[in-house]
Structure formats: C-alpha cells, structure tokens
C-alpha cells in the first residue's frame, strides 16, 4: 500500500487521502447494517415456512433480498465515485447464487450423511472437492464482474478481481488460528476465540474500502490548477511533520480571519504549501470563485512574504500540501493531502475488526 504519493499522484485517487479514513470506516458500517437488516427481515416466521416448503426458493429470495440491500447500501457510499447502478446488481446477482450454492451443498451433504447410501464417504468427499472449488471460484467471479463495473471510471485495475478472494482466504486463516491452539493440544483456556460473524460480515467489505482507496481514476476535476510549481514540488513525506505543519496552519489561519462570508459565495477551496520549518506559505485557488474572492480570506495576508519568486529562486526543497476550504459563514477546514499512510489504516482496521471479534464473544 504506497505511502509515497506526491501531490500530482493525489489529484488522481478515486479516494482522496484525506477521505480515507471516513471512508472506509462507513463503507464497513453501512455494509454490516445492511447485513444486519437483511437478517432481521428474513428471520422472520413466513421465511422458516418458505424453508420448508422449498430451500432453494428460500436462497433465491434470501440472496436477492441481502444482495440488492447490500449492493445499495455500498452505492449509495460509493455513487460520488462510482455512478453506475450495476454495482448493486453485481451484488445482488453474485449473492443469489452464492446463497443458492450454499442451499445446495448444505441440502446433499445432508441427503449422504442422513440417507444410509452404500458410498456416503465418497460423495461427501465430492461435496467438499466441489465446495472449495466454488470457494475459490465464485469470488473471483465476484471479483471479476465488480471489476467490469469499476473499469470505465478506473485505470489499470486489474488486481481487484482477487479483492474477494483475499477477503476469503483472511476469514480461513482467522478460523484456522483460532483453533491452532486446540488441535496443537492445549488446553481450551488458550484457545483463540474469534466470533467468525463479525470476521465474514466486515472482513470483505473493509478490504474492499481499503482496495477503492488504491483507486485511480481516469478523469480529473480539478487538473486545471494543478501543474504548478506549488503542484509539483516536493512533499514532505514524513507524516508526523505533516501534521505538525497543519496546526501550525490552522491556527494562523483562524487567528487571522475574522471576516464573516456571504453565503452567496459558498465553498472556497485552496491548495496551499507550508515549508518544513512553516516560515513559508504558498497558496493557489482551486477553482475561479476562490480566486474571486480570495482578498476575504487570511491567505494573501500569511503569504505576503512567500511569492512564487522566492519559491522558485530559493529551491526550496519540500512542501507540506494542504486543502484549505473556507465555508461560509465562518467555517474552516484544513485537510493534509497525505494524511493516514495506507497501509497504517489498513492494519488499524484488520486490527480493529480482529480485536471486536474477540471481545465480543
């Protein structure tokens, strides 16, 4: 998971650094409250009827239901993104079936085990051949179709096909883990406990949140401002300076702005680079509305000392870069364009999953 992105690499992310976080914290959510939903409603007295009456009617109905639940709940995250409504029938259509082989594997291991049949063993073998066949099979199907639907608004994503396989095969090794302790002989005190409803319903959807962070897409709103000399310089890569030099930044911004905006106005956006020891500031507007009214804003004022000239005569060799946006009437928002390396929120997510799991058997 790169940490190394530059300013120029940043305008190109489906998901912006500094969105990551709420991002993929969300996406996660919004995907568990699906499930949890999706289990509320079918585990109500008609459903347990239509299991009686015909288990594979029941996957259908029940895959379509969670599937169309769950893929609407990620579109609606996702459509800032990702426009296309065959997401949901992606999801939708992938779960149906999932749900039905599952019926139908579940229904013949239980017809050999229960039947008195002269080769039981040998047919359950078959089924569990065939099960870790759709295993792997279906999320790289899964994969592969959500692939399909990314790839118009994407660039060279190829990888995102293994997505649900990763997904998969990190819920085996959970489960593997957590029993080691006790196939190695210990005693049952020591055994990793892990509640595996959590791990499958979270495991895919927050390596999926992860996996749009990686995104790059195609087209670029805002590229027009943004081969500059303030664009392309160095960034300062090291995060904790960063996020000292976004204090510092906030704090000379508020002290200095006391002038309310018309609301008329609305949002005003400016990328703005602080030097590593913060005695330089350069700012450009994103947008012609910012440069209209940029004199309503503290920016001239904390730049006046640090023209484009100086910048360029000193070389200066590193730049912290920021998303400055002033809301009216008096809001103010500073965003660091690298904000949490990837790979920190990544392992901060498994982790935190990891752990829920355990506490909350």
Known sequence: MPT??????????????FERLKFVIIFILITALSHVVAYFVYSQPAFDLLWEESPIQYGVV??????TLTGAAQWFIIR???????WILVVAATTTFITCIRTVLNMWQESLIFSGNVFPKQGIILVYVLTVLIAIGTPLIYGWLQ?????????????????????????IFISVLGGLPYYLGFSPDVWLRFNMTIINQTLLPATQAIGFCLLKKKSVSEQTLLHSPLALATDIVDYWDVKKLEKILYASIEQRWKTNLSTSIGKLKYLVGVNRNGSMIIYEPMNPVSSDNVEQTPLPELASDSSYATFEDEH??????????????GMLQVYSWRSIPLLWLGLAVYGGIIGMSMFSI
């Open 316 to 329: 200066i060799t590193g730049f912290a870069k920021f998303k400055v946006a002033f809301i009216p009437p």
């Open 147 to 171: 692939w399909y639907v990314l790839r118009t608004y994407i660039i060279n994503a190829r990888w995102w096909i293994f997505i649900p396989l990763i997904a998969g095969l990190a819920t």
């Open 80 to 86: 800032k993104y990702i426009s296309d409504l065959k």
């Open 62 to 67: 029940i895959g379509i239901m969670q599937g």
């Open 4 to 17: 190394s992105y530059n300013f120029a690499d940043t305008q190109q992310l489906l998901i912006k650094p």
